[in-house]
C-alpha cells in the first residue's frame, strides 16, 4: 500500500512504465518512466511523512525507459530496458552505466536475471529469445527464433537451472506458456495452451516449490502450473476464479507465508478497487506442525556482495534462511505428488467491502458468484472434530462445502479425446471461416456435416460408421451453389439437412441411405421469404417439419418444410439478431439481438414479443439456451469490457435482467452452449478455442456452479454433440461430442468418474427425452396442439442401480479426545515413541530369542578350541 501511494505521487508528473522492490530492502522501491529515468525512492513505515523526491536518479539517455530489475544476488545492481537496449547499472555510480549490450532487433519486451545472477535473458518483439553473460561480453552467448508470435511476452528463469520460461501468443492468438532449455533455444521442451485472448500473460514463479502462476490482463482466472526438469514439464496444478478481472499481479516474500497452515505461495491481485491475496495451500492433516517437506531452504533477505564486486566476477550467492517456526520436530511426509488447492480472501482498499468468489483446483473447481470470503485454513483444520472419530468422506466433503460454497456433484467431470480409430483425418479443404452464428458443424447420430472452403458452398457429409483415414481424392459434396451461412440437420429425419445461404435462401437436402456416393447439385426444397442474407436455422423440438430463421432483414419467419410455404414472421428486432432457441415444450421462441435485447414470442399467438428484457451489454455476438425446465434463459455474450459472460434470466421476469452472471475470460469468439437437460449441465466452447468451459445450472443461488474444463492441445473449430443413447453408461459418460480441428474430427467423451462403475449410476441418468421422435406434425402445431416426448431409461438389462446396491460399511478408526484436546509437551511425544518401541520388541522374558535355547560349549572346551596345546 505504501509503494502504491508513493507511486500515486510520481504519477501526478510522469508515466511510470514499470517497478521493481530490492530483493534485499524492503522499502527501496526502483521506478522507470517516460521521462527516460530511473528513480530509487525509499517508502517509510506508515507513521511516518512519505519523502517528496527521488533518493538516487539514473538517467540511460536511451529514450523511453520500459523494464527495469533488482539483481538477485548484488546490491545496488539494475538492468534497465529501454525500446531495443538493455543496460546495466550500479547505483552507485550514476554517471555512466556498468555496460549497454547489443542492441535488439525491435521492441524489447522482458528481461529476467537467472538465480545466480550470472545470465541475463530478454525476449523481443523480433520474436528472438536472447541469453547475455554481461561480464563476459555485450553480444548474446545464445540467440534464437522462438517465440511465434510479435506480440507481448514475458521471460523468467526456473530456479538456478538452465530452463526458461516464456509467456506470448501462438500463430492462431492463442496465449501459451513454454519451457525452453537456455543452452538449445531452437525448439521449447514443452508448452501449454491457455485458449485465445487479447490479454497479455503475467507470469509468477516460485522456486522453492516449483510453481508457476499465469494470469492474463483482463482475465478472471489465475492458473498455477507446476514445473518440472522432466515430462509433463508443466502440470496444472490449479484454476482460480475472481471475482474482478484482473490488472496487475505480484508475489508475497517466502518469509511472510503462514507455514503452520501450510500454505506453500500467496498471489496478491490486483483489480479496479481492490487488491485480493490468493492463498496456495497443501492440504495436510495435521495443521499444527511444521511440514519440512513443503519448505526447502530460501534465499535470505542480505545481498551477497555489492555490483562492483560482482562486476569484477565474484560469484557469491546469498545466504539461505532456515524455515523454522518453533521447536516442534518437523514432521517429514513423502508424497508422491502435492494438491494444490487455494482460497481467496478480499482486502478492503481503501474502505469498499468487495465480493469474492472461491477457487478451486483443476479438478475440482468449487465455485460460485456470490460465495462469500473463506478462512485461509487447510480444510482438515476446521473441520470442528468433537468427537474420538476420524470425518469421514462425507464430513470432510461437507465441511470444504460449508468454507468454499455449494458445489456440483459434476464438478470432476472429465473430457477425454476417444481412440484413434473413431477419427476422421486427413481433412482437407475446410471451410474455416463460417459467420459467428453459425456452429461450425453439425451431426447427428449417423452422419456430420463439414462446411468446404471450395467455390459454390460446398458441404462434405462424413458416416459416422466409416471413420478413419480419408483419401487425397475429391469427395462427392452437396453443391449449395452459394456460400453457406448457417446448416442443421432436421432431428426427426437423419437424412434431411437444411441448409441458409447468402442468397437469403434455404435450401433442403435429402442425403441417401449409406451416404453420398456423388455430387447433389439440385435441392429437394428450396424455402424463400426472406429479403436478406440469413443468420440462422433452428428446427422446432417437438413438431416435425417445422423450421425458424432469422435473417439480416431483422425478422424471424417460419416455415412448413412438408408444404414448403412460410407460415409466420417474426419482427420487433432493431438491429442483428444474434441467436435464438426453442422452448423445451416447443410453445416459445427467444433470440437475443444486437441491439441489446433479449426476446421471447409465442408466435400462435401474436407476430411480436410477448416479452422483452435488457441482453448482454457487449455488441459482438451472444447465443441463448433454455434450462431449468424452460424457468430460465441462459445468455451466453459479452460485457462492457468485452469480457466473455454468461447470464441467467427468469423467463417470468425478463424485465427485471439478469439474475446472476459468471464471467469467464476475454476471447473474441461467441462462446456456443450445449445444454443437457437431463444433468442440467451447459457444456461452451468458441470457434477457435482450446479450452471448453463446463458449468451445472441450478434454480437457486449461485446459479452457476463451474466444473472442471477440457483443454485440447489445438484450437477447434467447432464442438457438436450426439443424441444420449451414444454415451456408454458403463463409464458413465454424460455426453458424447464431435470436435472439428483442421484436419480431423475427434469424438470426445465427458464422463464422471465413479468407483462403483459396476452399478448403473441411476443419480446421474434420469430418464431421457426421446428427442429424436417428434410428436405432432407442423400443421397440428400451427393450429394449437401441444406435444410431449416421451421417456426411455438408459439402463441396461444386465446393470443394478446404484441406489439398490448393497451399502459400503464405513470403518471408522477410533482415535482418544485426549489427541485433539491436549497439547503434548516434546518429552512426552518422546517417551510415546520410546514406549511403542519397546511394545513391539516385547518381553525379553516371555519371548526369548532363538540362539538362547541353542546347546553350549563347555568353559575347558572352548579353551582347548581357542588356545589349543603346543608341542615343542
Given at each position: 500500500?505504501?509503494?502504491?501511494?508513493?507511486?500515486?505521487?510520481?504519477?501526478?508528473a510522469?508515466?511510470?512504465?514499470d517497478?521493481?522492490?530490492?530483493?534485499?530492502?524492503?522499502?527501496?522501491?526502483?521506478?522507470?518512466?517516460?521521462?527516460e529515468?530511473?528513480?530509487?525512492?525509499?517508502?517509510?513505515?506508515?507513521?511516518?511523512?512519505?519523502?517528496?523526491?527521488a533518493?538516487v536518479?539514473?538517467?540511460?539517455?536511451?529514450?523511453?525507459?520500459?523494464?527495469?530489475?533488482?539483481?538477485?544476488?548484488?546490491?545496488?545492481?539494475?538492468?534497465?530496458?529501454?525500446?531495443?537496449?538493455?543496460q546495466?547499472?550500479?547505483?552507485s555510480?550514476?554517471q555512466?552505466?556498468?555496460?549497454?549490450l547489443?542492441?535488439?532487433g525491435?521492441?524489447?519486451?522482458?528481461?529476467?536475471?537467472?538465480?545466480?545472477?550470472?545470465?541475463?535473458?530478454?525476449?523481443?518483439?523480433?520474436?528472438?529469445?536472447?541469453?547475455?553473460?554481461?561480464?563476459?561480453q555485450?553480444?548474446?552467448?545464445?540467440?534464437?527464433?522462438?517465440?511465434?508470435?510479435?506480440?507481448?511476452?514475458?521471460?523468467?528463469?526456473?530456479?538456478?537451472?538452465?530452463?526458461?520460461?516464456?509467456?506470448?501468443?501462438?500463430?492462431?492468438?492463442g496465449?501459451?506458456?513454454?519451457?525452453w532449455?537456455s543452452?538449445?533455444?531452437?525448439?521449447?521442451?514443452g508448452?501449454?495452451?491457455?485458449g485465445?485472448?487479447?490479454?497479455?500473460?503475467?507470469?509468477?514463479?516460485?522456486?522453492?516449490?516449483?510453481?508457476?502462476?499465469?494470469?492474463?490482463m483482463?482475465?478472471?482466472?489465475i492458473?498455477?502450473?507446476?514445473?518440472?526438469?522432466?515430462?509433463?514439464?508443466?502440470?496444472?496444478?490449479?484454476?482460480?476464479?475472481?471475482?474482478?478481472?484482473?490488472?496487475?499481479?505480484?508475489?508475497?516474500?517466502?518469509?511472510?507465508?503462514?507455514?503452520?497452515?501450510c500454505?506453500v505461495?500467496?498471489?496478491?491481485?490486483?483489480?479496479?478497487?481492490?487488491?485480493?491475496?490468493?492463498?496456495?495451500?497443501?492440504?495436510?492433516?495435521?495443521?499444527?506442525?511444521?511440514?519440512?517437506d513443503?519448505?526447502?531452504?530460501?534465499l535470505?533477505?542480505?545481498?551477497?556482495?555489492?555490483?562492483?564486486?560482482?562486476?569484477?566476477?565474484?560469484?557469491?550467492?546469498?545466504?539461505?534462511v532456515?524455515?523454522?517456526?518453533?521447536?516442534?520436530?518437523?514432521?517429514?511426509?513423502?508424497?508422491?505428488?502435492?494438491?494444490?488447492?487455494c482460497?481467496?480472501?478480499?482486502?478492503?482498499?481503501?474502505?469498499q467491502?468487495?465480493?469474492?468468489?472461491?477457487?478451486?483446483t483443476?479438478?475440482?473447481?468449487?465455485?460460485?458468484p456470490s460465495?462469500?470470503?473463506?478462512?485461509?485454513?487447510?480444510?482438515?483444520?476446521?473441520?470442528?472434530?468433537?468427537?474420538g472419530?476420524?470425518?469421514?468422506?462425507?464430513?470432510?466433503?461437507?465441511?470444504i462445502?460449508?468454507?468454499l460454497?455449494?458445489?456440483?456433484?459434476?464438478?470432476?467431470l472429465?473430457?477425454?479425446?476417444?481412440h484413434?480409430?473413431?477419427?476422421?483425418?486427413?481433412?482437407?479443404?475446410?471451410?474455416?471461416?463460417?459467420?459467428?452464428?453459425?456452429d461450425?458443424?453439425?451431426?447427428?447420430?449417423?452422419?456430420?456435416?463439414?462446411?468446404l472452403?471450395t467455390a459454390?458452398g460446398?458441404?462434405?457429409i462424413?458416416?459416422?460408421?466409416?471413420?478413419?483415414?480419408?483419401?487425397d481424392?475429391?469427395l462427392?459434396?452437396i453443391?449449395?451453389?452459394?456460400?453457406?451461412?448457417?446448416?442443421?440437420?432436421?432431428?426427426?429425419?437423419?437424412h434431411?439437412?437444411?441448409?441458409?445461404?447468402?442468397?437469403?435462401?434455404?435450401?433442403?437436402w435429402?442425403v441417401?441411405e449409406?451416404?453420398?456416393?456423388?455430387?447433389?447439385?439440385?435441392?429437394?426444397?428450396?424455402?424463400q421469404?426472406?429479403?436478406?442474407?440469413?443468420?440462422?436455422?433452428?428446427?422446432?423440438?417437438?413438431?416435425?417439419?417445422?423450421?425458424?430463421?432469422?435473417s439480416?432483414?431483422?425478422?424471424?419467419?417460419?416455415?412448413?418444410?412438408?408444404?414448403?410455404?412460410?407460415?409466420?414472421?417474426?419482427?420487433?428486432?432493431?438491429?442483428q439478431?444474434?441467436?435464438?432457441a426453442?422452448?423445451?415444450d416447443?410453445?416459445?421462441?427467444?433470440?437475443?439481438?444486437?441491439?441489446?435485447?433479449?426476446?421471447?414470442?409465442?408466435?400462435?399467438?401474436?407476430?411480436?414479443?410477448?416479452?422483452?428484457?435488457?441482453?448482454?451489454e457487449g455488441?459482438?455476438?451472444?447465443?441463448?439456451?433454455?434450462?431449468?425446465?424452460?424457468?430460465?434463459?441462459?445468455?451466453?455474450g459479452?460485457?462492457?469490457r468485452?469480457e466473455?459472460?454468461l447470464?441467467?434470466?427468469?423467463?417470468e421476469?425478463?424485465?427485471?435482467?439478469?439474475?446472476?452472471?459468471?464471467?469467464t475470460?476475454?476471447?473474441?469468439?461467441?462462446?456456443?452452449?450445449?445444454?443437457?437437460?437431463?444433468?442440467?449441465?451447459?457444456i461452451?466452447?468458441?470457434k477457435?478455442?482450446?479450452?471448453?468451459?463446463?458449468?451445472?445450472?441450478?434454480?437457486?443461488?449461485p446459479?452457476?456452479?463451474e466444473?472442471?474444463?477440457?483443454?485440447?492441445?489445438e484450437?477447434h473449430?467447432?464442438?457438436a454433440?450426439?443424441?444420449?443413447?451414444?454415451?456408454?453408461?458403463?463409464?458413465?459418460?454424460?455426453?458424447?461430442?464431435?470436435?472439428?480441428?483442421?484436419?480431423?474430427?475427434?469424438?470426445?467423451?465427458?464422463?464422471?468418474?465413479?468407483?462403483?462403475?459396476?452399478?448403473?449410476?441411476d443419480?446421474?441418468?434420469?430418464?431421457?427425452a426421446?428427442?429424436?421422435?417428434?410428436?405432432?406434425?407442423a400443421?397440428?402445431?400451427?393450429?394449437?396442439?401441444?406435444?410431449?416426448?416421451?421417456?426411455?431409461s438408459?439402463?441396461?438389462?444386465?446393470?443394478?442401480p446404484?441406489?439398490?446396491?448393497?451399502?459400503?460399511?464405513?470403518?471408522?478408526?477410533?482415535?482418544?479426545?485426549?489427541?485433539?484436546?491436549?497439547?503434548k509437551?516434546?518429552?512426552?511425544?518422546?517417551?510415546?515413541?520410546l514406549?511403542?518401541?519397546?511394545?513391539?520388541?516385547?518381553?525379553?522374558?516371555?519371548?526369548?530369542?532363538?540362539?538362547?535355547?541353542?546347546?553350549?560349549?563347555?568353559?575347558?572346551?572352548?579353551?582347548q578350541?581357542?588356545?589349543?596345546?603346543?608341542?615343542?
Amino acid at each position: 500500500l505504501l509503494a502504491w501511494e508513493t507511486c500515486v505521487n510520481i504519477a501526478k508528473a510522469n508515466l511510470i512504465t514499470d517497478l521493481d522492490f530490492s530483493p534485499f530492502d524492503d522499502n527501496l522501491l526502483a521506478t522507470c518512466s517516460a521521462d527516460e529515468t530511473v528513480k530509487l525512492w525509499r517508502v517509510c513505515e506508515p507513521e511516518q511523512e512519505q519523502p517528496g523526491g527521488a533518493e538516487v536518479t539514473l538517467c540511460p539517455g536511451e529514450g523511453r525507459l520500459e523494464l527495469v530489475a533488482f539483481h538477485p544476488t548484488s546490491s545496488g545492481l539494475l538492468a534497465v530496458g529501454s525500446t531495443k537496449t538493455a543496460q546495466l547499472w550500479d547505483t552507485s555510480r550514476q554517471q555512466s552505466p556498468l555496460a549497454a549490450l547489443e542492441p535488439h532487433g525491435d521492441q524489447l519486451q522482458s528481461l529476467s536475471w537467472k538465480q545466480d545472477g550470472s545470465l541475463l535473458a530478454s525476449s523481443c518483439k523480433d520474436k528472438k529469445l536472447r541469453v547475455f553473460d554481461p561480464r563476459a561480453q555485450l553480444k548474446p552467448v545464445q540467440s534464437a527464433q522462438g517465440l511465434q508470435s510479435n506480440k507481448d511476452s514475458r521471460i523468467l528463469w526456473v530456479k538456478d537451472s538452465d530452463h526458461i520460461l516464456t509467456t506470448g501468443f501462438d500463430q492462431m492468438r492463442g496465449r501459451e506458456v513454454r519451457l525452453w532449455d537456455s543452452r538449445k533455444l531452437g525448439s521449447s521442451l514443452g508448452s501449454a495452451n491457455l485458449g485465445t485472448s487479447n490479454g497479455t500473460l503475467m507470469p509468477l514463479f516460485d522456486p522453492d516449490s516449483g510453481l508457476l502462476t499465469v494470469s492474463g490482463m483482463g482475465d478472471s482466472v489465475i492458473d498455477c502450473f507446476e514445473v518440472s526438469a522432466t515430462e509433463p514439464f508443466l502440470s496444472q496444478v490449479s484454476h482460480c476464479l475472481t471475482e474482478a478481472p484482473t490488472r496487475g499481479v505480484a508475489m508475497v516474500p517466502k518469509l511472510a507465508l503462514d507455514v503452520l497452515s501450510c500454505e506453500v505461495m500467496r498471489v496478491l491481485q490486483l483489480t479496479d478497487s481492490f487488491i485480493v491475496p490468493i492463498n496456495y495451500h497443501v492440504p495436510r492433516k495435521s495443521g499444527q506442525e511444521f511440514h519440512a517437506d513443503l519448505y526447502p531452504d530460501t534465499l535470505g533477505r542480505t545481498a551477497a556482495m555489492s555490483a562492483a564486486e560482482w562486476w569484477k566476477g565474484g560469484e557469491k550467492q546469498p545466504l539461505a534462511v532456515v524455515y523454522w517456526p518453533y521447536t516442534t520436530p518437523p514432521r517429514a511426509l513423502l508424497f508422491n505428488y502435492m494438491i494444490v488447492y487455494c482460497i481467496c480472501i478480499t482486502v478492503v482498499l481503501p474502505l469498499q467491502e468487495a465480493p469474492v468468489r472461491g477457487c478451486s483446483t483443476s479438478s475440482s473447481p468449487l465455485s460460485s458468484p456470490s460465495s462469500s470470503a473463506a478462512p485461509s485454513r487447510s480444510p482438515s483444520s476446521t473441520s470442528g472434530l468433537s468427537s474420538g472419530f476420524l470425518p469421514s468422506p462425507s464430513q470432510s466433503a461437507k465441511a470444504i462445502s460449508s468454507m468454499l460454497g455449494p458445489s456440483s456433484k459434476f464438478r470432476h467431470l472429465q473430457g477425454a479425446v476417444l481412440h484413434r480409430d473413431t477419427h476422421f483425418t486427413n481433412l482437407k479443404g475446410l471451410n474455416l471461416t463460417t459467420p459467428g452464428e453459425c456452429d461450425g458443424f453439425c451431426a447427428n447420430r449417423h452422419r456430420v456435416a463439414v462446411p468446404l472452403a471450395t467455390a459454390g458452398g460446398q458441404i462434405a457429409i462424413f458416416e459416422l460408421s466409416q471413420a478413419g483415414k480419408l483419401a487425397d481424392t475429391g469427395l462427392p459434396t452437396i453443391q449449395n451453389s452459394v456460400n453457406v451461412a448457417d446448416f442443421s440437420w432436421d432431428p426427426f429425419n437423419s437424412h434431411r439437412l437444411v441448409v441458409a445461404g447468402d442468397d437469403a435462401k434455404i435450401r433442403v437436402w435429402q442425403v441417401p441411405e449409406g451416404g453420398l456416393t456423388e455430387t447433389l447439385t439440385e435441392p429437394e426444397t428450396i424455402l424463400q421469404g426472406h429479403t436478406e442474407k440469413i443468420y440462422s436455422v433452428k428446427f422446432h423440438p417437438l413438431a416435425s417439419g417445422l423450421l425458424a430463421s432469422s435473417s439480416y432483414d431483422q425478422t424471424v419467419r417460419l416455415w412448413n418444410l412438408e408444404s414448403g410455404d412460410e407460415v409466420k414472421a417474426l419482427r420487433g428486432h432493431q438491429d442483428q439478431i444474434f441467436g435464438m432457441a426453442w422452448s423445451p415444450d416447443g410453445k416459445l421462441l427467444a433470440t437475443v439481438c444486437k441491439d441489446g435485447k433479449l426476446r421471447i414470442y409465442d408466435p400462435r399467438k401474436s407476430a411480436d414479443p410477448v416479452q422483452e428484457g435488457a441482453g448482454p451489454e457487449g455488441h459482438r455476438g451472444a447465443r441463448v439456451v433454455w434450462v431449468c425446465d424452460g424457468k430460465y434463459l441462459m445468455v451466453s455474450g459479452f460485457d462492457s469490457r468485452s469480457e466473455r459472460t454468461l447470464y441467467l434470466h427468469s423467463v417470468e421476469s425478463l424485465s427485471s435482467g439478469a439474475i446472476a452472471s459468471a464471467p469467464t475470460d476475454v476471447s473474441p469468439s461467441t462462446l456456443i452452449p450445449f445444454y443437457d437437460p437431463d444433468t442440467s449441465v451447459v457444456i461452451l466452447t468458441g470457434k477457435g478455442d482450446t479450452r471448453v468451459y463446463i458449468f451445472e445450472i441450478v434454480p437457486e443461488a449461485p446459479y452457476f456452479l463451474e466444473c472442471a474444463s477440457f483443454n485440447s492441445s489445438e484450437p477447434h473449430k467447432g464442438l457438436a454433440f450426439l443424441p444420449k443413447t451414444e454415451c456408454v453408461v458403463q463409464e458413465v459418460e454424460v455426453a458424447r461430442g464431435l470436435r472439428l480441428s483442421k484436419t480431423s474430427i475427434e469424438p470426445v467423451a465427458f464422463r464422471v468418474p465413479r468407483v462403483r462403475k459396476e452399478f448403473f449410476q441411476d443419480d446421474v441418468y434420469p430418464d431421457t427425452a426421446v428427442w429424436w421422435e417428434s410428436s405432432l406434425t407442423a400443421s397440428a402445431w400451427l393450429a394449437g396442439s401441444d406435444g410431449k416426448h416421451q421417456s426411455i431409461s438408459l439402463k441396461p438389462k444386465d446393470m443394478t442401480p446404484v441406489s439398490e446396491a448393497p451399502k459400503e460399511v464405513q470403518v471408522r478408526k477410533y482415535l482418544p479426545s485426549s489427541h485433539y484436546l491436549e497439547e503434548k509437551t516434546d518429552e512426552q511425544k518422546k517417551d510415546e515413541l520410546l514406549s511403542a518401541m519397546i511394545g513391539k520388541l516385547g518381553n525379553m522374558d516371555d519371548n526369548p530369542l532363538p540362539q538362547e535355547s541353542f546347546q553350549g560349549v563347555e568353559d575347558d572346551e572352548w579353551d582347548q578350541i581357542c588356545f589349543p596345546p603346543h608341542n615343542v
